[in-house]
């Protein structure tokens, strides 16, 4: 369904809607995001190729401005059609000048039909455009973003989703995805028509990657919930830095486990492996684990304070900056996102957020006050699996990462009342002290203030 035909559909629903005890309802609404960043010497910001030297981002500080719509339709029977577009305008403070001009480019966000408890609730269905984020299984070592190189503006993919609930604990999900390295629905200037949002191709079109599989959910125990997953990521040839990269295939099995031994204390532990091929017939193998506690309080009268302490290792590969190495580092499917760190995000070596090769400690702490308030703060060390060489330093110690996070309301809407405009925004701060890993010793900093207005 294109977005014309989408529209007229809302346009007639809302007529129905306005019909005596009609069973349709429409809702729409609209959000702005404005945020600053400022950051500077981030190493390994990527941009020069596997094989160039490991370059180091320099002072930037910009404005960015996102603007979306959205509109609904629902059905009394379960179903909804829900569509949303997004802008992204950004002004350079320094380096000075537009980024992204206003209008730049409007995208299609998502465009998505889905229906809950088909067939006396056996099935459930979403077909379309829809966020990662937060929304595939609660998998987020491998699903977070499918615009990596789209700066957070979005993080959208094209999936078909299916859940087949065998049981209130045990259900099997199927997807089909696709991400696009240029978006084949926006509009906009001839300059942002090839924009990557891929994070890969470097401005080179059609760096396209898409995946199949499977995740089974259950419960071994009341205590013990797991998940076990089969998949299967397929990505297009591209060039970076000169170099031809081949197209691949990679099948992944794994699971995840997570015992909640008292109410306040649960584990977190994962194991998946990786085997493939490229398109020169090389063999492709990666690995990755997550083992973490977490404890919070289960005192909801009040402020909750939680802290959990985890590492997080991702295989990788001695040979990767040679032309025919890299193919053992684990691949991060589609898991290029924010999780671990605003700053690193900058500095991978493969592509924007491209996790591997990586070593993680990580410590965190804080206290939520309420919806959209709270205080948090993580520290760790991070190491390199192997010394692959793309730092350019001589040692596999990356550095010692920590952020410093605070979120707060300014208005907060009434629900229950029926109202939605509220105010919210977030101050974040994050460090770099970069280890022998790198060639430099500078550390590395990010600044962002942001408020969004949801209305």
Known sequence: MNAK?????????????????SPFSVDFGADLRVRQEIMDN???????????????????????????????????????????VADEFRWNVKPRGRAYAFPDEMVLDNLFFESKGLFDGFLDLKIGRQDLYRNMYGLDHLFIDGTPGDGSRT????????????????????????????????????????????????????????GWGGVYSGKAATWLPYQVFAMQKLTEPYRRGGVKQPRTRRELLGFKLVPQLTDEISLQLEAMGQVGRDGEGAWLTGWSTFSGINWKSSDKSGPRPFA??????????????????????????????????????????????????????????GVEFGRHHALSAMAGPMFAAVDDGLGGGD???????????????????????????????????????????????????????QLEFKF
């Open 155 to 210: 993080v959208f993919a094209d999936v078909v989703k299916a859940t087949l609930n065998f049981g209130e604990e045990d259900k099997l999900d199927l997807f089909i995805l696709h991400d696009w390295d240029e978006n084949p629905v926006r509009w906009g200037t001839h300059r942002s028509r090839h924009r990557s949002l891929s994070g890969l191709g470097g401005g080179t079109p059609d760096m396209d990657d898409w």
């Open 308 to 365: 959990s302490a985890a590492v997080h290792v991702m295989s990788g590969d001695k040979d990767a900056a040679k032309e025919n190495g890299g193919h053992h580092a684990w691949d991060p499917m589609w898991s290029r996102g924010v999780n671990d760190s605003e700053l690193m995000l900058y500095g991978t070596h493969y592509g924007v957020a491209w996790w591997s090769n990586m070593v993680f400690l990580r410590f965190e702490s």
């Open 5 to 21: 035909l989408c529209l007229l559909v809302l346009a007639a629903a809302a007529v129905a809607a306005h019909a005596e005890e």
């Open 395 to 449: 040692g596999n110690f990356k550095g010692f990462l920590s952020h410093l996070r605070y979120d707060f309301p300014l208005l907060l809407a009434d629900k229950d009342a029926g109202r939605r405009f509220e105010i919210v925004g977030h101050l974040f701060a994050e460090l770099f002290n970069p280890g022998d890993y790198y060639e430099t010793d500078k550390p590395a900093w990010f600044l962002r203030w």
């Open 42 to 84: 981030v190493p390994g910001l990527p941009g020069g190729g596997l094989l160039s030297r490991v370059p180091h981002g320099s002072y930037k500080n910009h404005m960015r401005f996102r603007p979306r719509v959205w509109g609904e339709i629902s059905h009394a029977d379960g179903w909804r059609i829900y569509t949303r």
